[in-house]
Protein backbone atom coordinates (compact mmCIF):
# COMPACT_ATOMS: atom_id res chain seq x y z
CA UNK A 1 0.00 0.00 0.00
CA UNK A 2 1.54 3.12 -0.96
CA UNK A 3 -0.30 6.69 1.04
CA UNK A 4 1.10 10.08 0.05
CA UNK A 5 0.32 12.45 2.89
CA UNK A 6 0.15 16.31 2.92
CA UNK A 7 0.94 18.04 5.56
CA UNK A 8 1.51 21.71 7.07
CA UNK A 9 2.62 21.90 10.39
CA UNK A 10 4.72 18.97 12.80
CA UNK A 11 1.61 18.34 14.65
CA UNK A 12 -0.13 16.80 11.47
CA UNK A 13 2.93 15.13 10.85
CA UNK A 14 3.14 13.22 13.77
CA UNK A 15 -0.43 12.32 13.19
CA UNK A 16 0.57 10.68 9.74
CA UNK A 17 3.36 9.13 11.63
CA UNK A 18 1.15 7.26 14.01
CA UNK A 19 -1.21 6.56 10.57
CA UNK A 20 1.90 4.64 9.03
CA UNK A 21 2.77 2.73 12.40
CA UNK A 22 -0.60 1.49 12.73
CA UNK A 23 -0.56 0.57 9.39
CA UNK A 24 2.53 -1.28 9.99
CA UNK A 25 0.81 -3.01 12.74
CA UNK A 26 -1.97 -4.48 10.85
CA UNK A 27 -0.95 -5.04 7.91
CA UNK A 28 1.47 -7.86 6.43
CA UNK A 29 2.83 -6.58 2.92
CA UNK A 30 4.25 -3.54 2.67
CA UNK A 31 3.39 -0.17 3.41
CA UNK A 32 4.85 3.19 1.87
CA UNK A 33 4.09 6.38 3.38
CA UNK A 34 5.08 9.60 2.10
CA UNK A 35 4.83 12.94 4.01
CA UNK A 36 4.61 16.35 1.72
CA UNK A 37 4.94 19.63 3.93
CA UNK A 38 3.95 23.26 3.51
CA UNK A 39 5.91 24.41 6.58
CA UNK A 40 9.85 23.69 7.51
CA UNK A 41 8.42 22.21 10.77
CA UNK A 42 6.22 19.85 9.11
CA UNK A 43 8.94 18.65 7.27
CA UNK A 44 11.82 18.37 9.85
CA UNK A 45 9.44 16.28 12.36
CA UNK A 46 9.73 13.34 10.09
CA UNK A 47 13.12 13.75 9.01
CA UNK A 48 14.73 13.63 12.72
CA UNK A 49 12.78 10.51 12.74
CA UNK A 50 14.26 8.81 9.61
CA UNK A 51 10.85 8.98 7.07
CA UNK A 52 10.36 10.16 4.44
CA UNK A 53 10.20 13.75 4.49
CA UNK A 54 9.91 16.69 1.74
CA UNK A 55 9.60 20.77 2.01
CA UNK A 56 7.41 20.56 -0.81
CA UNK A 57 6.74 23.97 -0.91
CA UNK A 58 10.51 25.56 -0.47
CA UNK A 59 10.68 22.72 -3.86
CA UNK A 60 8.37 24.17 -5.87
CA UNK A 61 9.98 27.56 -5.02
CA UNK A 62 12.93 26.26 -6.50
CA UNK A 63 11.75 24.72 -9.64
CA UNK A 64 9.46 27.40 -10.50
CA UNK A 65 12.86 30.02 -10.64
CA UNK A 66 14.88 27.07 -12.97
CA UNK A 67 11.93 26.74 -15.45
CA UNK A 68 10.51 30.21 -14.77
CA UNK A 69 10.82 31.00 -18.70
CA UNK A 70 9.17 28.00 -19.84
CA UNK A 71 6.62 28.79 -17.20
CA UNK A 72 6.47 32.39 -18.10
CA UNK A 73 5.65 31.12 -21.97
CA UNK A 74 2.81 29.18 -20.33
CA UNK A 75 1.17 32.02 -18.47
CA UNK A 76 1.60 34.47 -21.29
CA UNK A 77 -0.48 31.70 -24.31
CA UNK A 78 -2.53 29.23 -22.12
CA UNK A 79 -5.26 29.04 -19.42
CA UNK A 80 -4.00 25.37 -18.80
CA UNK A 81 -1.31 22.85 -17.94
CA UNK A 82 -1.58 19.31 -18.04
CA UNK A 83 -4.91 19.24 -18.38
CA UNK A 84 -5.87 21.69 -15.37
CA UNK A 85 -6.54 25.27 -15.29
CA UNK A 86 -3.90 26.56 -13.26
CA UNK A 87 -5.31 30.24 -12.33
CA UNK A 88 -8.53 28.20 -10.50
CA UNK A 89 -6.04 27.58 -7.19
CA UNK A 90 -4.15 30.48 -5.84
CA UNK A 91 -7.52 32.38 -4.58
CA UNK A 92 -7.11 31.87 -1.03
CA UNK A 93 -4.13 33.07 -0.71
CA UNK A 94 -4.26 35.80 -3.17
CA UNK A 95 -6.94 36.93 -0.17
CA UNK A 96 -4.46 37.24 1.95
CA UNK A 97 -2.78 40.05 0.99
CA UNK A 98 -2.17 42.50 -2.21
CA UNK A 99 1.59 42.35 -2.17
CA UNK A 100 1.46 38.51 -3.03
CA UNK A 101 3.01 39.01 -6.55
CA UNK A 102 -0.02 36.79 -8.70
CA UNK A 103 2.62 35.78 -11.42
CA UNK A 104 4.72 34.24 -8.29
CA UNK A 105 1.48 32.41 -7.38
CA UNK A 106 1.42 31.42 -11.08
CA UNK A 107 4.41 30.04 -11.10
CA UNK A 108 4.30 28.07 -7.96
CA UNK A 109 1.06 26.37 -9.62
CA UNK A 110 2.91 25.34 -12.25
CA UNK A 111 5.60 24.27 -10.21
CA UNK A 112 3.27 22.12 -8.37
CA UNK A 113 1.90 20.51 -11.44
CA UNK A 114 4.59 19.04 -12.23
CA UNK A 115 6.14 18.01 -8.63
CA UNK A 116 2.94 15.82 -8.27
CA UNK A 117 2.80 14.95 -11.74
CA UNK A 118 5.89 13.32 -11.03
CA UNK A 119 5.39 12.10 -7.84
CA UNK A 120 1.85 10.38 -8.73
CA UNK A 121 3.72 8.34 -11.99
CA UNK A 122 7.00 7.56 -9.93
CA UNK A 123 4.80 6.24 -7.02
CA UNK A 124 1.54 5.35 -8.13
CA UNK A 125 -0.27 6.14 -5.15
CA UNK A 126 -3.46 4.29 -3.75
CA UNK A 127 -4.73 7.16 -1.53
CA UNK A 128 -3.70 10.83 -1.05
CA UNK A 129 -4.45 11.92 2.14
CA UNK A 130 -4.82 15.62 2.73
CA UNK A 131 -4.74 17.90 6.34
CA UNK A 132 -7.55 20.19 4.18
CA UNK A 133 -8.42 21.02 1.33
CA UNK A 134 -8.17 24.40 0.34
CA UNK A 135 -3.85 25.84 0.28
CA UNK A 136 -2.74 25.90 -3.04
CA UNK A 137 -0.50 23.16 -2.93
CA UNK A 138 -3.23 20.73 -1.52
CA UNK A 139 -5.85 22.12 -4.17
CA UNK A 140 -3.18 21.32 -6.89
CA UNK A 141 -2.32 17.97 -5.72
CA UNK A 142 -6.09 17.11 -5.46
CA UNK A 143 -7.07 17.98 -8.77
CA UNK A 144 -4.09 16.33 -10.16
CA UNK A 145 -4.89 13.14 -8.26
CA UNK A 146 -8.46 13.28 -9.50
CA UNK A 147 -7.40 13.35 -12.80
CA UNK A 148 -5.38 9.78 -12.42
CA UNK A 149 -8.50 8.43 -10.10
CA UNK A 150 -6.38 8.18 -6.99
CA UNK A 151 -8.24 7.95 -4.20
CA UNK A 152 -8.07 10.87 -1.84
CA UNK A 153 -9.49 11.28 1.92
CA UNK A 154 -9.39 14.54 3.66
CA UNK A 155 -8.68 14.95 7.45
CA UNK A 156 -9.21 18.05 9.64
CA UNK A 157 -9.38 19.05 13.70
CA UNK A 158 -13.43 18.02 14.35
CA UNK A 159 -15.43 19.57 17.18
CA UNK A 160 -15.63 17.86 20.57
CA UNK A 161 -12.25 16.42 20.23
CA UNK A 162 -12.76 14.67 16.97
CA UNK A 163 -11.36 13.81 13.63
CA UNK A 164 -12.98 14.89 10.40
CA UNK A 165 -12.47 12.23 8.07
CA UNK A 166 -14.16 12.07 5.26
CA UNK A 167 -13.69 11.62 1.03
CA UNK A 168 -15.29 14.71 -0.46
CA UNK A 169 -13.51 17.76 1.41
CA UNK A 170 -13.52 19.47 4.87
CA UNK A 171 -15.93 22.59 6.31
CA UNK A 172 -18.72 23.04 3.77
CA UNK A 173 -17.09 20.78 1.18
CA UNK A 174 -17.84 18.27 3.35
CA UNK A 175 -19.98 14.85 2.29
CA UNK A 176 -22.45 15.76 5.18
CA UNK A 177 -24.30 18.60 3.70
CA UNK A 178 -25.56 15.96 0.84
CA UNK A 179 -27.51 13.71 3.47
CA UNK A 180 -31.63 14.25 2.78
CA UNK A 181 -34.30 14.86 4.72
CA UNK A 182 -35.40 11.51 5.34
CA UNK A 183 -31.80 10.61 6.31
CA UNK A 184 -31.60 13.08 8.86
CA UNK A 185 -35.24 11.97 10.71
CA UNK A 186 -34.34 8.82 12.30
CA UNK A 187 -36.23 9.03 15.20
CA UNK A 188 -34.29 5.83 16.36
CA UNK A 189 -31.34 7.86 16.43
CA UNK A 190 -31.71 9.92 19.50
CA UNK A 191 -31.45 6.16 21.46
CA UNK A 192 -28.00 5.29 19.47
CA UNK A 193 -26.05 7.57 20.61
CA UNK A 194 -23.16 7.35 22.65
CA UNK A 195 -21.53 10.73 22.64
CA UNK A 196 -19.39 11.52 24.91
CA UNK A 197 -18.39 15.19 24.06
CA UNK A 198 -17.16 16.37 27.51
CA UNK A 199 -14.19 13.70 27.84
CA UNK A 200 -11.63 15.09 29.09
CA UNK A 201 -8.13 14.60 26.74
CA UNK A 202 -4.93 15.84 27.04
CA UNK A 203 -3.35 17.34 24.01
CA UNK A 204 0.15 16.73 22.40
CA UNK A 205 2.83 19.55 23.81
CA UNK A 206 4.22 21.01 20.23
CA UNK A 207 8.08 21.75 20.98
CA UNK A 208 8.75 25.20 20.84
CA UNK A 209 11.45 25.04 18.66
CA UNK A 210 9.43 23.64 15.57
CA UNK A 211 7.12 26.73 16.01
CA UNK A 212 9.69 28.81 16.24
CA UNK A 213 11.79 27.67 13.00
CA UNK A 214 8.34 28.34 11.35
CA UNK A 215 8.41 32.18 12.58
CA UNK A 216 11.63 32.29 12.67
CA UNK A 217 11.68 31.80 8.70
CA UNK A 218 8.69 34.05 8.25
CA UNK A 219 10.20 37.49 10.38
CA UNK A 220 13.19 36.76 8.08
CA UNK A 221 12.75 35.73 4.32
CA UNK A 222 7.94 36.84 4.03
CA UNK A 223 9.25 39.84 2.93
CA UNK A 224 11.85 38.83 0.35
CA UNK A 225 11.48 36.84 -3.23
CA UNK A 226 13.24 33.92 -1.38
CA UNK A 227 10.38 32.77 0.20
CA UNK A 228 7.73 30.59 -1.37
CA UNK A 229 4.65 32.68 -1.94
CA UNK A 230 1.72 30.71 -0.60
CA UNK A 231 3.57 30.67 2.46
CA UNK A 232 3.31 34.37 3.02
CA UNK A 233 1.05 35.99 5.14
CA UNK A 234 -0.25 33.19 6.60
CA UNK A 235 -0.44 34.02 10.09
CA UNK A 236 -2.39 36.49 10.26
CA UNK A 237 -2.76 36.62 14.11
CA UNK A 238 0.91 38.31 14.24
CA UNK A 239 0.44 40.90 11.72
CA UNK A 240 -2.61 42.42 13.56
CA UNK A 241 -1.86 44.82 16.63
CA UNK A 242 -3.69 44.56 19.65
CA UNK A 243 -5.65 47.36 20.73
CA UNK A 244 -6.85 48.55 24.12
CA UNK A 245 -10.75 48.09 23.84
CA UNK A 246 -12.74 48.26 27.23
CA UNK A 247 -15.73 45.54 27.29
CA UNK A 248 -18.95 46.55 27.68
CA UNK A 249 -21.16 44.48 29.91
CA UNK A 250 -24.49 43.41 29.99
CA UNK A 251 -27.39 41.65 31.98
CA UNK A 252 -28.80 38.42 31.61
CA UNK A 253 -32.33 39.73 31.74
CA UNK A 254 -32.04 41.11 28.86
CA UNK A 255 -32.88 39.35 25.65
CA UNK A 256 -29.92 39.84 23.25
CA UNK A 257 -28.37 37.94 19.81
CA UNK A 258 -24.93 36.93 20.42
CA UNK A 259 -22.96 37.29 17.55
CA UNK A 260 -19.79 35.27 16.94
CA UNK A 261 -16.93 36.50 15.18
CA UNK A 262 -14.13 34.13 13.72
CA UNK A 263 -10.70 33.77 12.10
CA UNK A 264 -10.42 37.09 9.51
CA UNK A 265 -9.87 35.94 6.27
CA UNK A 266 -9.35 31.82 6.92
CA UNK A 267 -10.76 29.35 4.33
CA UNK A 268 -14.11 29.77 5.68
CA UNK A 269 -14.02 33.61 5.31
CA UNK A 270 -12.57 33.16 1.84
CA UNK A 271 -14.37 30.50 0.24
CA UNK A 272 -17.14 29.99 1.97
CA UNK A 273 -18.84 32.89 2.67
CA UNK A 274 -20.67 33.66 -0.25
CA UNK A 275 -22.43 37.06 1.29
CA UNK A 276 -19.88 39.10 3.38
CA UNK A 277 -16.30 40.02 2.75
CA UNK A 278 -15.36 41.17 5.93
CA UNK A 279 -16.64 41.05 9.65
CA UNK A 280 -17.46 44.71 8.94
CA UNK A 281 -20.00 43.90 7.18
CA UNK A 282 -20.84 41.04 8.95
CA UNK A 283 -21.69 43.34 11.78
CA UNK A 284 -23.11 46.03 9.63
CA UNK A 285 -25.77 43.63 7.84
CA UNK A 286 -26.83 42.06 11.39
CA UNK A 287 -27.20 45.13 13.31
CA UNK A 288 -29.35 46.95 11.03
CA UNK A 289 -31.44 43.93 10.31
CA UNK A 290 -32.00 42.63 14.28
CA UNK A 291 -35.56 42.61 15.92
CA UNK A 292 -35.99 45.92 17.62
CA UNK A 293 -36.70 43.55 21.06
CA UNK A 294 -32.98 42.40 21.32
CA UNK A 295 -29.81 43.49 22.14
CA UNK A 296 -26.65 42.58 20.16
CA UNK A 297 -23.87 41.33 21.72
CA UNK A 298 -20.47 40.60 19.92
CA UNK A 299 -18.07 37.84 20.76
CA UNK A 300 -14.88 38.04 19.42
CA UNK A 301 -12.46 34.94 18.73
CA UNK A 302 -10.28 34.26 21.39
CA UNK A 303 -6.81 34.62 19.05
CA UNK A 304 -8.32 37.76 17.92
CA UNK A 305 -9.76 39.41 20.75
CA UNK A 306 -9.25 43.41 19.97
CA UNK A 307 -7.01 42.50 16.52
CA UNK A 308 -10.19 43.00 14.11
CA UNK A 309 -10.26 45.81 11.42
CA UNK A 310 -10.55 49.13 12.66
CA UNK A 311 -14.12 49.80 10.68
CA UNK A 312 -15.55 47.04 13.01
CA UNK A 313 -14.23 49.02 16.39
CA UNK A 314 -15.39 52.28 15.16
CA UNK A 315 -18.82 50.86 13.83
CA UNK A 316 -19.36 49.19 17.01
CA UNK A 317 -18.15 52.44 19.26
CA UNK A 318 -20.26 54.72 17.29
CA UNK A 319 -23.55 52.34 17.69
CA UNK A 320 -22.88 51.30 21.17
CA UNK A 321 -22.95 47.69 20.75
CA UNK A 322 -22.06 45.35 23.38
CA UNK A 323 -18.91 43.10 23.39
CA UNK A 324 -18.49 40.33 25.77
CA UNK A 325 -15.36 38.19 25.96
CA UNK A 326 -14.84 37.39 29.49
CA UNK A 327 -18.35 35.45 29.94
CA UNK A 328 -17.97 31.80 29.57
CA UNK A 329 -18.99 30.74 25.92
CA UNK A 330 -21.50 28.09 27.16
CA UNK A 331 -22.92 30.85 29.50
CA UNK A 332 -23.18 33.35 26.98
CA UNK A 333 -24.57 30.85 24.45
CA UNK A 334 -27.10 29.57 27.31
CA UNK A 335 -28.56 33.14 27.83
CA UNK A 336 -29.00 34.07 24.08
CA UNK A 337 -32.16 34.35 22.49
CA UNK A 338 -30.11 33.40 19.19
CA UNK A 339 -27.14 32.42 18.08
CA UNK A 340 -25.74 34.20 15.08
CA UNK A 341 -22.28 32.76 13.30
CA UNK A 342 -21.32 33.40 9.75
CA UNK A 343 -19.44 29.10 9.29
CA UNK A 344 -17.58 29.44 12.84
CA UNK A 345 -17.63 25.84 14.97
CA UNK A 346 -19.29 27.52 17.41
CA UNK A 347 -22.62 27.25 15.44
CA UNK A 348 -22.41 23.14 15.84
CA UNK A 349 -21.97 23.65 19.43
CA UNK A 350 -25.13 25.95 19.92
CA UNK A 351 -27.02 23.41 17.84
CA UNK A 352 -26.34 20.37 19.86
CA UNK A 353 -27.31 22.82 22.90
CA UNK A 354 -30.93 23.02 21.23
CA UNK A 355 -30.48 26.64 20.84
CA UNK A 356 -31.68 28.95 18.19
CA UNK A 357 -28.83 29.24 15.24
CA UNK A 358 -28.50 31.38 12.67
CA UNK A 359 -25.86 30.35 9.86
CA UNK A 360 -25.26 33.19 7.60
CA UNK A 361 -22.01 31.64 5.09
CA UNK A 362 -21.96 28.00 3.84
CA UNK A 363 -20.71 25.21 6.89
CA UNK A 364 -21.01 21.58 7.23
CA UNK A 365 -23.49 21.95 9.80
CA UNK A 366 -25.92 24.33 7.86
CA UNK A 367 -29.03 21.97 7.32
CA UNK A 368 -32.34 23.40 7.35
CA UNK A 369 -33.65 20.91 9.63
CA UNK A 370 -31.47 21.85 12.65
CA UNK A 371 -30.77 25.64 11.88
CA UNK A 372 -31.95 28.62 10.15
CA UNK A 373 -29.55 29.70 6.81
CA UNK A 374 -29.45 32.55 5.13
CA UNK A 375 -30.11 32.03 1.23
CA UNK A 376 -30.37 35.28 0.14
CA UNK A 377 -28.71 38.58 1.92
CA UNK A 378 -31.83 40.20 1.36
CA UNK A 379 -33.67 38.11 3.22
CA UNK A 380 -31.06 39.02 6.51
CA UNK A 381 -34.11 40.91 8.14
CA UNK A 382 -37.01 38.27 7.75
CA UNK A 383 -34.48 35.36 9.11
CA UNK A 384 -33.66 37.00 11.71
CA UNK A 385 -37.71 37.76 12.93
CA UNK A 386 -38.45 34.17 12.12
CA UNK A 387 -35.40 33.19 14.42
CA UNK A 388 -37.21 34.49 17.18
CA UNK A 389 -40.25 32.30 17.09
CA UNK A 390 -38.07 29.44 15.77
CA UNK A 391 -38.00 26.22 18.26
CA UNK A 392 -35.22 23.76 17.52
CA UNK A 393 -36.61 20.35 17.10
CA UNK A 394 -34.30 18.02 19.39
CA UNK A 395 -35.06 14.70 17.03
CA UNK A 396 -33.82 16.52 14.11
CA UNK A 397 -30.69 17.78 16.05
CA UNK A 398 -29.91 14.48 17.61
CA UNK A 399 -30.66 12.75 14.72
CA UNK A 400 -28.07 14.92 12.49
CA UNK A 401 -25.60 14.32 15.31
CA UNK A 402 -26.09 10.58 15.15
CA UNK A 403 -25.41 10.89 11.62
CA UNK A 404 -22.52 13.39 11.55
CA UNK A 405 -20.35 10.89 13.91
CA UNK A 406 -21.13 8.08 12.16
CA UNK A 407 -20.16 9.37 8.80
CA UNK A 408 -17.35 12.02 8.52
CA UNK A 409 -16.53 12.20 12.59
CA UNK A 410 -13.78 9.92 14.19
CA UNK A 411 -13.56 9.73 18.08
CA UNK A 412 -9.91 11.53 18.94
CA UNK A 413 -8.26 14.79 17.44
CA UNK A 414 -5.91 15.32 15.35
CA UNK A 415 -3.75 16.98 18.31
CA UNK A 416 -4.14 14.89 20.83
CA UNK A 417 -1.14 13.26 22.98
CA UNK A 418 -2.49 9.77 23.01
CA UNK A 419 -3.79 9.53 19.29
CA UNK A 420 -7.25 7.75 18.19
CA UNK A 421 -8.51 8.81 15.01
CA UNK A 422 -4.86 8.01 13.60
CA UNK A 423 -5.66 3.97 14.09
CA UNK A 424 -9.62 4.16 12.96
CA UNK A 425 -7.95 5.89 9.68
CA UNK A 426 -5.42 3.26 9.09
CA UNK A 427 -8.15 0.33 9.79
CA UNK A 428 -10.23 2.23 6.89
CA UNK A 429 -7.66 2.61 4.52
CA UNK A 430 -6.69 -1.23 5.17
CA UNK A 431 -10.67 -2.36 4.85
CA UNK A 432 -11.11 0.02 1.20
CA UNK A 433 -7.25 -1.87 0.25
Known amino acids: MKVI???????????????????????????SLKIFSLY???????????????????????????????????????????????????????????????????LQTLAYIDIFDAIFTKDQPDYIISIGDSRLC??????LAKTKNIKIYYIEQGPFNTTFFDDKGVNANISLREKTKITLSNTD??????????????????????????????????????????????????????????????SDDEPYALLILQVPLDVNMVYHSPHFETHTEILESVYANLPKKLKLVVR???????????????????????IDNTSSLNSAMESARMIIVNNSTVGIEAIFKYKTVVVLGNAFYDNDYVCLKLKN??????????????????????????????SVLLQGGISDNSLQSSKSIANQLLTNA
Not at 5 to 28: G, V, W
Not at 379 to 405: G, T, V, W
Request: aromatic letters at 16%; hydrophobic letters at 35%; charged letters at 25%.
Open 138 to 143: MEVGIA
Open 40 to 106: FSGFLYPLLRFRHSSWISAKAWVLAHFKKTFYLSIINSKNEYKNLKYNDYYRFHSALNRKISKQSLQ
Open 189 to 250: ARNSLNINQESKTYKYNRSLIYRGLDMALMTLFENTAIYPPDLKYSDLNSYRKNRSYSETKH
Open 377 to 406: KAALSSLLEEAMDYNPNKINIDSFKYEMYN
Open 300 to 322: EHPLFINKYEDTLYNYINENKIL
Open 5 to 31: CLSTLDKFSRFYLDIERQLKANHTTNI
